[in-house]
């Protein structure tokens, strides 16, 4: 048998139709397209940190409940009584978990569109029945549709992205806290840009026990290291805890944890650095012509080019080394739509004047 026709066998239909996550080449680019930090630490905090790695015993397995990072993090963010925490190797892991404990035919899950694409793409993997909800022409939750679909369709989980990525914004807290009450699932509000918002939900955990709240530490500053959070209820996070495999955060991982927490406040100053930058190119997108521009809670901002066109707009940007996220023909609404992630100064303006010359 051809080595085609043996995989077309043995491989679910839902992977071999599915295309691989694609990240392009960044390599020399001036890279605006991911939402990392773009801060390197300062030589002497680099030089504590491996000094500080010193200990890594990399002979053992790692501490299968990383217990060093748990107090640290459970202060450091404070989390309510009552409630436990989860880590995943990425948020894109412990999404990846939920769902795959609510694998089950009769569920749905549901997310508003455009979001985060991992909650569409994870459901289709695991041949998970999906429902995207749109938003609002201005990007708010269309609450009565929601509310609707959700008696309809009973959905096990509905993901929420606080601020939403990829338009930036908040969704309105009561629609939250309204879809909280009218379900009878899950809700999982993800944090991940909540440096930027400087905003959280995380008091619906002590109101209630159907919601579950993520945090990443990569959008903050270590996309690199790969750790996610996810809090809630005990008994939730119990059945969660069977499906993540116990050495998922390796060693390395939890002592840089460990270290950075300890040093947040560089982390938190170079956010502070970036919302300040944010205002500085939304202002500067503002002032050009052709340019429509969103407002952001986030590390990037949402821009619609529709006379000169993303694909133009993005291809004359790549031309002079500046790599920026293209979302047109990702969603409908997105049409023309590109995604710039606040650089550095430098890099922003370099952004800005290309970008200036492309829309004469
Ligand atoms: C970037 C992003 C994540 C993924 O974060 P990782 O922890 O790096 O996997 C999760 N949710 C949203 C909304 C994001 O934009």
Redesign the pocket.
Known sequence: MMIEDRIKQLIKPAILDAQAYHVPDSNDLIKLDA?ENPYLWPEEIKKAWSDYMQQAELNRYPDASASVLREKLSSALNIPDNTTMMF?N????L?QIIMMALNKSSNVIMAPEP??V?YRLLSSLLELDYIGMPLNDDFSLNLSAMLKSIEENQPAVIFL?WP??PTGNLFDQSDIETIIKATSGLVVI?E??HVFAQKSMMSCLEKYKNVLL?R????LGL?GL???ILVGASEWISEFEKLRLPYNIGTLNQLSANFIIDNISLLEQQAGQIRNDRSVVFNALSDIKGVEVWPSEANFILFKVTEKGAEHVHAELLKHKILIKKLHGAHPSLENCLRVTIGTKEENSAFLSELNKIMK
């Open positions: 939402m995943g990425g948020s894109d892991e999404i979001s985060f991992m992205a939403n990525n993800d991940a840009y993520m990443t530490l990569s959008k996309a790969r750790l996610g």
